[in-house]
Nanobody
Framework: QVQLVESGGGLVQAGASLRLSCAAS????????AGWFRQAPGKEREFVAA????????YYADSVKGRFTISRDNAKHMVYLQMNSLTPEDTAVYYC???????????????WGQGTQVTVSS
């Protein structure tokens, strides 16, 4: 079992930056691959970024490539999403996810956090 708790969301203006954090607890949480997803009002949840358990080979959605960076600190059981040059289209609830089997947009992640709201005003 892995418990995930996101934090760091908020209301910012377009062009600003935010860093989301995902705290993982539970047995061997650092042995899980991790990902970030988001869901905007009226839209389906979409993949944002993912990273392997060792912190290698990150994946990014085309819409965030070059602006967002996923990272992790296994010693602190944390996964981060640095978001730069935010636009109103980035407004969504952001979710952290974890799974043992793999990472990337097609993985059916087993564990999910409750989400943190990010709102970008124009």
């Amino acid at each position: 079992q892995v418990q995930l708790v996101e934090s760091g969301g908020g209301l910012v203006q377009a062009g600003a930056s935010l860093r989301l954090s995902c705290a993982a607890s539970g047995r061997s949480s650092s042995s899980y691959h991790a990902g970030w997803f988001r869901q905007a009002p009226g839209k389906e949840r979409e993949f944002v970024a993912a990273i392997s358990r060792s912190g290698e080979s990150p994946y990014y959605a085309d819409s965030v490539k070059g602006r967002f960076t996923i990272s992790r600190d296994n010693a602190k059981h944390m996964v981060y999403l640095q978001m730069n040059s935010l636009t109103p289209e980035d407004t969504a609830v952001y979710y952290c996810a974890a799974d043992r089997t793999g990472w990337g947009p097609r993985v059916k992640y087993t564990y999910w956090g409750q989400g943190t709201q990010v709102t970008v005003s124009s």
